[in-house]
C-alpha cells in the first residue's frame, strides 16, 4: 500500500511539474538553427511569468538592445527581460508579450509545454505568425 501511495504521489508531482514553465530555457536562432541563448522564466509575486535572458550562447551584433522603444531601450541584453505578464490557463502561458530584443518589437504571446519543449508562439491580430521551440535546460 505505501508503495502504491508513493507511487502515487511522484506521478502527480510529475503531472504537476510538466505544465510549468519556470525555470531557464535555451533559445534557438531562426536563421542560424543553433542555440542561441538561455531565458530564466520565474513566477513574479502577483503571479506572473517572467522571463528574462541570462546568457548569450552566440555574440550579437550589439550587446545592448538598441532597437527596443520602451524602458528596455538600451538596456544591456543580459538581464533583458524579454517575456512579460503571463498568466497561467491550464497547460498553456497566455495573456503577455515576448519582445524580440534583434528588432525591438514586441508581441502578444502563448507558451505552450510539450516535456521538455517550450512552444512560443508570437501572436499578431489572434494569429500566431512566429512559433519557436525553446529547450529545457537542467
Request: glycine residues 10%; positive net charge; charged residues 30%.
Amino acid at each position: 500500500m505505501k508503495k502504491l501511495l508513493l507511487t502515487f504521489a511522484l506521478s502527480f508531482i510529475g503531472v504537476l511539474s510538466f505544465a510549468q514553465i519556470e525555470g531557464k530555457w535555451k533559445t534557438i536562432d531562426d536563421e542560424t538553427g543553433k542555440p542561441k541563448s538561455i531565458v530564466e522564466i520565474s513566477k513574479d509575486s502577483k503571479g506572473k511569468y517572467n522571463g528574462k535572458i541570462v546568457q548569450l550562447l552566440i555574440k550579437p551584433e550589439n550587446a545592448n538592445c538598441v532597437k527596443c522603444k520602451d524602458d528596455r531601450k538600451n538596456k544591456p541584453l543580459i538581464g533583458l527581460e524579454i517575456i512579460r505578464g503571463l498568466s497561467k490557463d491550464g497547460n498553456e502561458f497566455s495573456g503577455g508579450t515576448i519582445t524580440n530584443p534583434k528588432d525591438g518589437k514586441s508581441y502578444k504571446t502563448e507558451l505552450v509545454r510539450e516535456g521538455d519543449v517550450l512552444k512560443v508562439k508570437a501572436i499578431v491580430l489572434g494569429i500566431a505568425v512566429k512559433t519557436q521551440t525553446w529547450h529545457k535546460v537542467n
